[in-house]
């Protein structure tokens, strides 16, 4: 009996397309989603659709628990406190690593343009460049292990980011500015005051966040940000 392949790349189209409309929120925390329905929205085989839900279960795209249909994934505030504080303990380490080199990413610096390009167009949903500048970060630290580690949180950070962008809570200048501050706390290989502004950055973020998913924001989210002159605070 002849094997049954899947062909890889029209798996891959489909778990990328899915995965837009998840950031995007055309499909929406809690939305079913079955082989039938990837099926015939893509016409494709079932045996394809499966292999994609499969994967987006394992990217944590989807929720699948105790072989029940497939959803997608619906983060709470205290999911949003553990992927940043997650990020906060991995990422404040690698810009300690970073300033001991005295060694400022090119590609984080460009992502930071991008992102006050976009910001000068009036564009508040970042999401992607922003998510380029932190992944940069990382992988000049040039450690495979590390940089797998950080990738595998890397659709949660990213619909995270995309929530509170999408929601012009925080203005991409304080992004801009504080990841400005960043790269020049790491070419002066001040490691320490780096990964404090690092926290500050993240914890903003993150309680921002659990405050719109259904939590109490804690104080950080209306810490002025001290890359901004007179601490300047964009909240909504």
Same mark, same amino acid.
């Given at each position: ?36 329905? !990837? ?98 970060? !990382? ?95 964009? !909240?909504?």
């Amino acid at each position: 009996m002849a094997r049954q392949l899947t062909v890889t790349s029209v798996v891959d189209a489909v778990v990328n397309d899915l995965t837009a409309l998840v950031l995007a929120k055309e499909l929406k925390p809690g939305d079913a989603l079955t082989e039938v329905d !990837v099926a015939e929205r893509y016409d494709v085989a079932r045996a394809t659709a499966k292999a994609a839900i499969e994967r987006l279960v394992a990217d944590k795209v989807l929720d699948r628990r105790n072989h029940k249909t497939a959803r997608v994934v619906m983060l709470g505030a205290d999911d949003v406190r553990d992927i940043y504080n997650t990020r906060i303990y991995l990422e404040s380490e690698v810009l300690r690593r970073l300033a001991s080199r005295r060694h400022a990413d090119d590609g984080a610096r460009a992502a930071n343009a991008e992102i006050g390009e976009l910001w000068a167009q009036g564009v508040w949903d970042i999401t992607d460049p922003d998510m380029r500048f932190h992944t940069c970060l !990382v992988s000049a630290l040039e450690s495979p292990r590390t940089y797998a580690m950080y990738r595998s949180l890397a659709f949660e950070v990213k619909l995270c980011m995309s929530q509170l962008q999408g929601s012009q809570r925080l203005s991409p200048e304080i992004i801009v500015a504080e990841h400005a501050k960043l790269l020049e706390l790491v070419e002066a290989g001040q490691g320490d005051d780096a990964a404090a502004l690092l926290d500050e950055h993240l914890s903003r973020a993150r309680e921002l966040l659990a405050g719109m998913l259904g939590g109490t924001a804690g104080p950080e989210a209306f810490q002025p940000s001290s890359a901004l002159p007179g601490g300047a605070l964009w !909240v909504g």
